[in-house]
């Protein structure tokens, strides 16, 4: 080889050398892609450096490109944000806060000037977005003090705790007079001097909840138009709507004809720190996909999207108040679903509430979601994941709407911590969901104290007629709910009229308490099939009807079950023999594992998809195997 071959070899092999580590750097040590920042202190002329940052989210929003993010100082930001394009699958657009900063979008803003009304009610001069109760794109006027919702003035009045899961209530009073017509009588009912005409009532009775509109009347009787017929009246109501009501400590009242808002704050001084609601949304991202919410805080707003969205991912955020409305219009013809039936105001805003996840493949996680009017997240479409997070305190105005509104299929909704509800947890309701709810799994949830202000429902409910093929309801914890009435039930698992082909195994349900027809499972449909394999139910049952396979469970407090697919199941005669049974006085849960001499160990049968990991001889009964690691359900969250 001649010297100048030789040495031009030696430079192709060190350059050849050099691209390769460059390569491999590159992509081990990939440079920071662009980025803009945001703070409260900016300006929007500014470039969106970290020396100069842009004022608003928007700002970002209209210039931010796929690939890149906004990065959001600490601090409020009052707007609703529209991004202008999407990203991609490679390049998704990102709005996180900086370096975990505080970072709140708020749907609120603030009321400052406060003159004296009568004693220690004031009033100011506000334009609220809803005048009187519209139901047309905000659902109710809202007001806060210290960030915590005001009650409207009302009868009878909010103890000082202002749990709106636990209202006052009067008893005994709205009757049916025919179609919308009622009647509600209660002698309890004061006189007011400038009349009931025009107030609204909220009634409650079985699992139906209305309201209407007081036509006339007086002290202990009046008259009413309902938003919807129902022929047995309601029981337990409530009513507002007018300002001589304003007459108790944290209420308030708005005139929208003169736009006057009265407030008498807790402490019956001068009100301060009051805001007020005006925007309903925080991230519009209707028609836009591959966009990532990471860690920031929503403040009485939500965030929603459009059939067209794919792959949104929520992530770490913190949203409190998503959702607000007063009244319960019948749902509009256009989002009922084909072939439900006509009872369209049990699904009154179960199809516009909580954070709303409409399109394909969308994922909210590690997330804590706290209190909602409706739901606390609606899934429409196919293929979301909702996992690790905390949903509390929804669905206040009791329709079908749940914590977890399930629409379309092939969804997953695992280890969420769901608590305080007002009727059911996760829900599939056919009004506007349809009956094809196949594919769905329900897994690793830990559900409790739901069914607060309704009866005849479910922690897991579903109804009517839904085809559940493909999917499965499995290691749950449902448990510690005291049913609202003492005439009707409140269920765990409940596969309500004729729905079917249901795979429900390695739950465990204990401690619902109160009413009558308390069960910890209800499901039989003469369609279809239903497999109910290993699980404990610490309560009464109902297996029967149709098609059902149940084996390997524990019944601790039924006596059988009706259907000839039985085998391996343990009845109220043996004591399963609990590692930690519970008791009244336990503060801590209890531990439904099995100790070495229970007769449920290796007393099952081999289901194929269900047992393989047995230990032993074969499978234990119930819903944890002796020898293996014990599951636990519920979000790795703390809510603080």
């Not at 609220?128 to 659902?139: E, R």
């Amino acid at each position: 080889m001649n010297k100048k071959l030789f040495k031009y070899s030696i430079f192709t092999l060190l350059f050849i050398t050099s691209l390769t580590i460059l390569m491999f750097l590159s992509k081990s040590f990939a440079i920071p892609k662009k980025y803009y920042i945001v703070a409260p202190n900016g300006s929007d002329k500014n470039p969106g450096t970290i020396d100069r940052p842009f004022k608003t989210i928007q700002k970002c929003a209209t210039v931010v490109q796929p690939g890149e993010t906004c990065w959001l100082r600490a601090g409020i930001y009052r707007e609703e944000v529209r991004p202008g394009v999407s990203g991609t699958a490679q390049a998704p657009i990102t709005f996180a806060a900086y370096k975990n900063e505080n970072a709140t979008i708020s749907g609120t803003e603030v009321v400052g000037e406060w003159t004296t009304d009568r004693n220690s009610v004031y009033r100011s001069q506000v334009n609220l977005p809803v005048n009187g109760y519209s139901d047309i794109d905000f659902f109710a006027n809202q007001v806060f003090i210290n960030e915590e919702m005001m009650p409207e003035a009302r009868f009878p009045n909010m103890d000082e705790k202002r749990d709106f899961l636990r209202p006052a209530l009067i008893g005994g009073g709205v009757k049916s007079q025919g179609g919308i017509a009622a009647s509600i009588e209660n002698k309890e009912i004061p006189h007011l001097s400038e009349g009931w005409t025009g107030a609204k009532v909220w009634t409650n009775e079985w699992y139906t909840t209305r309201t209407g509109t007081i036509t006339g009347g007086t002290a202990g009787k009046l008259t009413a138009q309902m938003t919807a017929p129902w022929d047995r009246g309601g029981f337990w109501f409530y009513l507002f709507g007018k300002l001589e009501l304003l007459d108790s400590p944290g209420e308030w009242f708005y005139d929208y004809k003169t736009r006057t808002l009265y407030l008498w704050s807790p402490d019956s001084k001068i009100p301060s720190n009051v805001e007020v609601k005006q925007r309903n949304f925080a991230f519009d991202l209707s028609d836009r996909s591959y966009i990532s919410l990471r860690n920031l805080n929503l403040f009485a707003n939500t965030i929603t999207t459009s059939d067209r969205s794919t792959n949104i991912v929520i992530d770490g955020i913190r949203a409190k108040y998503v959702s607000h409305h007063m009244t319960l219009p019948p749902l509009p013809q256009s989002k009922q679903a084909p072939n439900s039936d006509n009872g369209l105001v049990v699904a009154s805003h179960a199809h516009d509430t909580g954070i709303q996840l409409r399109g394909n493949s969308h994922t909210l996680k590690n997330s804590i979601i706290e209190w909602s009017s409706g739901n606390g997240v609606l899934l429409e479409g196919k293929n979301h994941t909702v996992t690790n997070n905390i949903i509390t305190n929804s669905n206040y105005m009791v329709s079908y709407a749940a914590p977890v509104r399930i629409n379309g299929t092939s969804h997953k909704i695992t280890h969420n911590t769901i608590s305080r509800a007002g009727r059911d947890a996760i829900n599939i309701d056919w009004h506007t969901a349809g009956t094809d709810g196949r594919n769905i799994e329900i897994a690793y949830n830990d559900i409790s104290r739901f069914g607060m202000l309704s009866t005849d429902l479910g922690a897991i409910y579903i109804c009517c007629y839904v085809n559940l093929e493909g999917g499965s309801i499995h290691h749950n914890w449902i448990r510690d709910a005291q049913a609202f009435s003492p005439f009707w039930g409140t269920r765990g698992i409940y596969l309500d009229l004729e729905s079917f082909n249901s795979t429900i195994h390695h739950n465990v349900v204990w401690n619902l308490t109160g009413g009558k027809d308390n069960h910890n499972l209800l499901v039989g449909s003469p369609r279809g099939y239903e497999r109910v394999f290993n699980n404990t139910f610490m309560g009464d049952v109902v297996v029967g009807g149709g098609s059902i396979e149940a084996r390997n469970n524990i019944f601790a407090e039924s006596k059988t079950i009706t259907t000839n697919k039985q085998s391996n199941n343990l009845f109220i005669n043996n004591n399963p023999k609990f590692s930690q049974p519970p008791t009244k006085k336990a503060k801590s849960l209890p531990d439904f594992s099995l100790q070495s001499n229970s007769p449920a160990v290796d007393a099952g049968v081999i289901i194929p998809g269900i047992t393989e990991n047995f230990v032993g001889g074969a499978p234990d009964i119930g819903a944890y195997e002796r020898g293996t690691p014990i599951w636990k359900a519920g979000s790795t969250l703390e809510n603080n």
